[in-house]
Structure formats: structure tokens, C-alpha cells
């Protein structure tokens, strides 16, 4: 299944939390979701509009002074069902990353050995960086939001994102020693 597709089932899913608007969705999405699975604001009031075509969602709208009408989502029982035989379908294909950095280093003979070992220090700081805000993100979780009903898998999915970017950063120190001692060859 597409990307673009299964983001109809993030949205879904996000009706499920205390998100009821655009914009409070795309709070979640900006301290969550982004972090493995892209969704632009201007993708989430047209799948909405969609949702709700389609049966999946409803919505309420209620008249403000000085302001435009506040759109107000939920999820209805045939998008309960809908997001349940999603989450149970099995998965089609482990995903491929685009990573420029890989793309560099794949033609890096081509340049300075020091140069590739630069691209892999700047690299392992952007992944520390990540690192520490997965690390902030869980810390959060666990002392202000361990009651939610969705904290283990939220925790589940931020270990992911730890784990992996703790590889990642092992993987950099790695390939810097290997192009280290070609260097010296």
C-alpha cells in the first residue's frame, strides 16, 4: 500500500487520541508522527474532508465570534472498523529509505577521504541530536502521559526511533574508522 494511502489511517488513527481538529493534529503529528511518518498540514483537512465522505469520520461545527467556524472531528463506528482491518492487515514490504548520505558515500571515491569522514561526523551529530529529542520525547511519556491508554506503543515506536538511531550513530563511528585505516593503507 502507498504512503500517501496508509496516511489516511494516520489521520484515522489520530481521531482515536484527544486530536479533534487540523490543528490540534497537526501538534501531534509535529511532536510524533514526524519523526517516522511525514504528513504535511496541507495533507490533513483533505484526507478529513475524505474521512468524512467516506463514512470514516464526522464533524461538528461550531460558529465562533471573530474567528472562521472551528471544525471538530471523531471518529465513527465504521471508522473504528475500518482502522481495525487496517491495523490487522499484514505488512506488504519492509520500507526503503532515501538517505542522501548513503547516495554520497556510494560515489565517495571520487573525493577526499577527509571529506567523507566529515559527512559522517556531521551526520553522527544530527543523529545525537535526534538521539537526545526521542530521549526528551520518552522522558515526557513516562512522567506526564503514562496513564493514556496508547503510552506502550507510543513508547514502542519512540524505542524504535532510540535503537535505530543508536545504530546509526555506532554505524558512523564504524565507517570512519574503516575509511581511517584505508587511508593509512
Request: net charge negative.
Amino acid at each position: 500500500m502507498s504512503k500517501e494511502s496508509n496516511t489516511k489511517y494516520a489521520i484515522l488513527g489520530l481521531l482515536t487520541t484527544e486530536c479533534t481538529t487540523g490543528y490540534s493534529m497537526k501538534q501531534m503529528i509535529d511532536g510524533s508522527l514526524n519523526h517516522f511518518w511525514k504528513i504535511s498540514y496541507g495533507q490533513i483537512y483533505p484526507i478529513l474532508k475524505s474521512l468524512v465522505e467516506e463514512g470514516y469520520a464526522s464533524v461538528r461545527i461550531t460558529e465562533q465570534d471573530d474567528r472562521p467556524a472551528k471544525k471538530e472531528y471523531s471518529i465513527t463506528a465504521e471508522g473504528e472498523k475500518e482502522l481495525q482491518l487496517w491495523l490487522q492487515k499484514p505488512l506488504q514490504e519492509i520500507q526503503t529509505e532515501k538517505n542522501e548520505l548513503l547516495l554520497k558515500l556510494f560515489f565517495s571515491r571520487h573525493q577526499d577521504v577527509a571529506n567523507s569522514i566529515d559527512l559522517l561526523d556531521q551526520q553522527k551529530n544530527k543523529l545525537q541530536d535526534r538521539y537526545n529529542t526521542y530521549m526528551g520525547i520518552k522522558d515526557m511519556i513516562t512522567t506526564e502521559l503514562n496513564d493514556e491508554l496508547d503510552s506502550v506503543y507510543w513508547i514502542i515506536t519512540l524505542d524504535y526511533g532510540l535503537v535505530t538511531t543508536r545504530a546509526a550513530i555506532d554505524w558512523c563511528e564504524d565507517s570512519k574508522s574503516k575509511l581511517r585505516d584505508q587511508k593509512e593503507e
